[in-house]
């Protein structure tokens, strides 16, 4: 410590030769965000302005890629220096950062602003409570789905998309039978494969197993799990996915699927924002279907993360933080616009559903007749844990036969990193 | 011996091993250059022509649409700007402690000087990610994140080690007769330092301008971790942001990244000379 | 005389050895100490656990995963280039017309950063309409599209690969200048004496390139340490920890893991590992003095 405080004197009077001085403005916002790309970067930039121009604040805002973000939030939160506002995935992420004492609860500004009668009553419990405290506000929400290209059906002569497992199965050796890849999947950033394991659990054995799962009180070798996984990799072993997984990203397998390479692939709705992007029409070009029943006696569920804005402890500008979050969210026009461009859902009650393109109010639809939203598996479970699990997509997509192995090497590594 | 010079071939015979010897340099240098000419490829063309004809086709005409775009994107000037800023004075620092170190290990040797030159030295051979965090947490008690002054300091401080060992080296090929010679004539270390031993390191100088040059240059994270805002980046974690913004834009990416190399290769191809001498004279003796 | 040294010794050495301690230095021991901790870098709670760190590495499968892929990178990331390098100037020596250009080629990778040369090489290694593939079918009756870069056979030798493009003009650039040393006139002498190809090399070549291979070596433990942001950019360690070295690993679980503790005591080890190599490289290094000086 000694060493630490004659460094910085002896630092600090460098930069006085060198007349360095620091300034920073106060009736400034700060905000790190991980929609780098051309697309998030110019809605971001439209929701700043909007928020500018309706409080008089200003923000000033450092976006990163994804992967990046994650290690720049940590060395941060370290070091206390978070900035007033950031982006961060709703679930077991906040979850770790608020165990770790680094975000502000917004509660007083949640009752201030009325936020209780804004924000849907099932996202509001399940994404904005932490330890009984409110912390985040939700940016929206995006559903997991199976999306496909229409032509390659209607090609294949499929006009009805199954609803059972089946009926999935029949349509998946129907398009095998064309030559055509049933399935695309991107794993090359691991990521995408969660939504197979997040369906397959919860369609097989129900939520409450599924949660056992991601708390750490159902291994992942027990029966459930090797049940459901056993159904995966049997449809691996049967060709039903395209080749080389790992080294696709998930754009690339989107582009698979548009291209007509691919049939299907089970993907978020941030999947719209892409493809209509792309010049795609939604309906027209592409259309999606929910994940097939497996078991009919278990809940209906619907997978999908939450983004929201956190507030740091360490944040400078408390009352320019609080009134962005509450801008974010209230501000009806801004939620119509930023959900429709990124291609999600506003879990704002004031938003009309006729606002969106008729796709997304069926996304609206299913995810309201559904009985459970379940965060997705790298949200939902211990960031160490998720570590783990990641990887092990990775794995079981190269070698489909030995899951059971692999199944229980992850267990092994799961149950340390739950001991954390 | 007599047989021996008799068998020699004379020089007016054909000698097959030039030629061969060229034509392996020639396949050689077709592979080693087979990358580059694809990043190239692909600067020249258009969007579509990468998704028609792909990454590696020669095109039919040279289109420049995504140098126009790299060049005339005020980001990328910025983060030329900022690069420049940290890279010529981090470089400039770190020879220059290492001179004065290097000086002190070769010609001023004393008890216990072996042992601090390796603890310097050990200084090249762990991963940076190992004092990430307490960098970041000292850096920031002193208010300086998101400027360019903690990336500053960094290279200045982990280029000291590869700057002292060279300079030791080539100090040590410096006569001691010389340095005594300036001494009896009334010279002190600084001044033997400055007009006897620099003046005929240059060579040494201008490996390390090179290496430190490229090195720092090149680098994807100090200025990840320490700058926040755009005004603030450089232009290796520029390019990664950029490619972002033109995820489906190969043909600007490949643009970028030739654009990004380029004052590299420029301080190469000017201290090359030097360079190869400097290794020579110096480095190479170990 | 001997007191104006020590003032001379002092005034050089204080600006380094000030710079040096208190950027790498103190963060290294500070990196000690949080290994004897369970911080994971988000809270200022942690509570000290001893070894506990220590224990846990040798139970670590990735761990053990990690020193077997960084043993085999350090190996070939400076044995490929080292070679390579030693060839194409060997090749560049004999005069042959061109000789600039083509040391300018073979450099020019060297340029380019991490960033630029993972990008360059994910194209190559791309399995639908990558170069590598693309030249492969070119030979072959049935098309292939093996993912180079996502099989765990593969996906560290490809890196390996795009590394030793990248500097094995460092390596030549110095083999040239140890070539240029030795004098036309002693290779000459040689072939008068009648000295065979092979004792030229042992008796001439071989004594005198040892300086330079000396140096090259000593560049290549360096940067193939620092071998962390092209393994980041082309793999990510993946596909599932294949290509993972101890300073990716280290990484992961300090940074992905949120296991700063575990994470520090990894890289105090691949300190120590540094620390050998170091060793072993100076009592060589005394040893060649010795034989050659």
Redesign the interface.
């Known amino acids: 410590m000694l060493?630490?405080r004659f460094?910085?004197i002896?630092?600090?009077s460098l930069?006085g030769f060198f007349g360095?001085v620091?300034a920073s403005s106060a009736s400034e916002v700060t905000i790190?965000h991980y929609f780098?790309?051309?697309f998030g970067?110019e809605n971001m930039g439209k929701v700043f302005s909007r928020f500018e121009a309706a409080t008089g604040n200003t923000m000033?805002?450092?976006?990163v890629?994804h992967?990046?973000f994650?290690?720049?939030i940590?060395?941060?939160?370290?070091?206390?220096?978070l900035?007033d506002v950031f982006s961060y995935w709703a679930g077991a992420r906040v979850q770790?950062?608020v165990?770790?004492?680094?975000l502000s609860p917004i509660d007083d500004m949640w009752a201030r602003d009325g936020l209780d009668g804004i924000v849907a009553k099932a996202v509001a419990d399940s994404a904005t409570l932490y330890n009984g405290a409110r912390y985040l506000i939700p940016m929206q929400y995006h559903y997991a789905g199976m999306f496909y290209n229409k032509k390659v059906m209607a090609d294949a002569g499929i006009t009805e998309m199954p609803t059972d497992w089946e009926g999935f199965m029949e349509l998946c050796e129907t398009l095998k039978g064309m030559g055509i890849a049933p399935i695309a999947l991107g794993s090359?950033?691991?990521w995408p494969a969660q939504f197979w394991f997040d369906y397959l659990i919860l369609n097989t054995a129900g939520p409450e197993i599924r949660a056992g799962v991601m708390d750490g009180s159902i291994a992942y070798d027990s029966d459930e799990v090797m049940a459901a996984v056993g159904i995966w990799m049997d449809m691996v072993n049967n060709g039903y996915f395209a080749?080389?997984s790992?080294?696709d990203t998930w754009?690339d397998a989107s582009d698979k699927v548009s291209n007509g390479e691919a049939a299907m692939t089970l993907m978020g709705t941030w999947i719209t924002g892409y493809w209509n992007g792309?010049g795609l029409t939604p309906g027209e070009d592409y259309d999606f279907f929910p994940f097939p029943t497996i078991n009919a006696d278990a809940p209906v569920s619907v997978v999908g993360p939450i983004d929201g804005l956190v507030v740091s402890a360490n944040v400078q500008n408390k009352e320019g933080a609080e009134a962005f979050l509450s801008f974010f969210v209230s501000d009806v026009d801004n939620q119509i616009e930023w959900t429709k461009a990124v291609g999600a859902v506003s879990a704002n009650v004031n938003v009309d559903p006729s606002v969106y393109n008729e796709l997304i109010q069926r996304v609206i639809s299913t995810v309201d007749g559904a009985s459970n939203f379940a965060f997705n598996y790298d949200l939902a479970t211990p960031?160490?844990v998720a570590?783990v699990g990641l990887?092990?997509f990775?794995?079981l997509m190269?070698s489909p036969d030995d899951y059971g192995a692999i199944l229980s090497?992850a267990q092994?590594?799961a149950q340390?990193?739950f001991a954390? | 011996m007599v047989e021996q010079v008799a068998t020699l071939p004379s020089s007016r015979e054909f000698n097959p091993w030039p030629v061969v010897v060229f034509t392996c340099l020639l396949v050689l240098a077709g592979l080693f250059l087979a990358p580059t000419i694809g990043v190239i490829l692909s600067s020249i063309k258009t969007t579509r022509e990468i998704a028609e004809g792909g990454l590696w086709n020669i095109p039919t005409r040279l289109f420049l649409g995504n140098f126009v775009e790299v060049l005339a994107n005020p980001a990328v000037h910025r983060y030329f700007l900022n690069t420049l800023l940290v890279t010529l004075p981090a470089t400039a620092a770190s020879i220059a402690l290492g001179v004065l170190a290097g000086y002190v290990f070769a010609k001023l040797p004393f008890w216990g000087s072996n042992l601090i030159f390796l603890v310097l030295i050990s200084g090249m051979f762990f991963p940076p990610q190992v004092i990430?965090?307490p960098l970041?947490?000292?850096f920031?008690?002193?208010?300086?994140?998101d400027?360019l002054?903690p990336i500053i300091?960094i290279h200045t401080a982990l280029g000291i080690p590869i700057c002292t060992l060279l300079m030791r080296n080539f100090f040590a090929t410096v006569p001691n007769s010389l340095r005594e010679a300036a001494i009896l004539e009334g010279a002190n270390e600084f001044q033997v330092l400055t007009r006897v031993a620099l003046p005929l390191s240059l060579p040494a100088l201008a490996v390390l301008a090179t290496l430190q040059f490229t090195w720092i240059w090149n680098d994807f994270l100090w200025p990840?971790?320490f700058t926040?805002?755009?005004e603030k980046r450089t232009i290796m974690v520029g390019i990664?942001?950029l490619k972002?913004?033109?995820?489906?834009a190969w043909g600007v990416q490949g643009a970028l990244s030739l654009v990004a190399s380029l004052p590299t290769l420029i301080v190469f191809l000017f201290f090359q000379r030097y360079f190869i001498k400097g290794m020579t004279m110096g480095a190479v003796k170990g | 005389m001997e007191k104006t040294a020590w003032i001379w010794r002092v005034v050089f050495l204080a600006a380094p050895i000030?710079v040096f301690?208190?950027l790498v230095l103190?963060p290294l021991f500070s990196s000690f100490f949080y290994s004897f901790t369970?911080w994971?870098?988000?809270?200022?709670?942690y509570r000290f656990v001893g070894f506990d760190n220590y224990v846990?590495i040798w139970t670590d499968?990735?761990f053990l995963n990690a020193i077997i892929n960084t043993f085999v990178w350090m190996v070939a990331a400076i044995l490929l280039p080292t070679l390579l390098g030693l060839g194409f100037a060997l090749l560049i020596d004999s005069n042959v017309p061109g000789g600039k250009v083509f040391k300018s080629i073979f450099y020019l990778p060297i340029c380019l950063s991490a960033v630029v040369v993972g990008q360059i090489w994910t194209w190559i290694y791309?399995?639908d309409w990558g170069l590598l593939n693309t030249l492969i079918n070119f030979f072959l009756a049935e098309p292939i599209?093996y993912?180079w870069?996502?099989?765990?056979d593969t996906s560290l030798g490809s890196v390996i690969i795009a590394w030793s493009w990248q500097q094995t003009g460092l390596s030549m650039v110095i083999y040239l200048a140890g070539l240029t040393s030795i004098s036309e006139e002693l290779l000459e002498v040689c072939e008068i004496e009648g000295t065979s190809t092979w004792q030229k090399i042992r008796l001439v070549l071989v004594p005198l390139l040892t300086p330079a291979t000396v140096v090259v070596i000593a560049l290549s433990v360096i940067n193939s340490l620092k071998g962390f942001d092209i393994l980041y950019i082309m793999t990510?360690g993946?596909?599932?920890?294949s290509s993972d070295t101890l300073a990716m690993h280290m990484y992961?679980e300090s940074?992905?893991?949120?296991?700063?503790g575990y994470g520090s005591a990894i890289s105090v080890v691949l300190f120590l590992l540094a620390l050998i190599i170091i060793g072993i490289y100076f009592r060589e290094l005394r040893r060649l003095d010795e034989i050659y000086g």
């Open positions: 060493c630490l460094s910085k002896v630092l600090i930069l360095f620091s790190s780098s790309d051309e970067k000033k805002e450092s976006p890629g992967e990046d994650k290690t720049d940590l060395v941060r939160g370290a070091s206390d220096s900035p770790f950062v165990d770790s004492g680094d090359k950033f691991r080749a080389n790992n080294a754009t792309n960031p160490p570590e990887s092990m990775q794995e190269e090497r092994d590594s340390s990193a954390q | 990430l965090i970041f947490q000292f920031n008690s002193l208010g300086l994140i400027t002054w300091f990840l971790i926040q805002s755009d990664v942001n972002g913004q033109y995820s489906v | 000030t301690s208190i103190w369970n994971n870098g988000f809270n200022p709670n846990k499968r990735l791309q399995p599209n993912p870069l996502a099989k765990p990510g993946g596909p599932f920890h992961n940074f992905k893991k949120y296991m700063m």
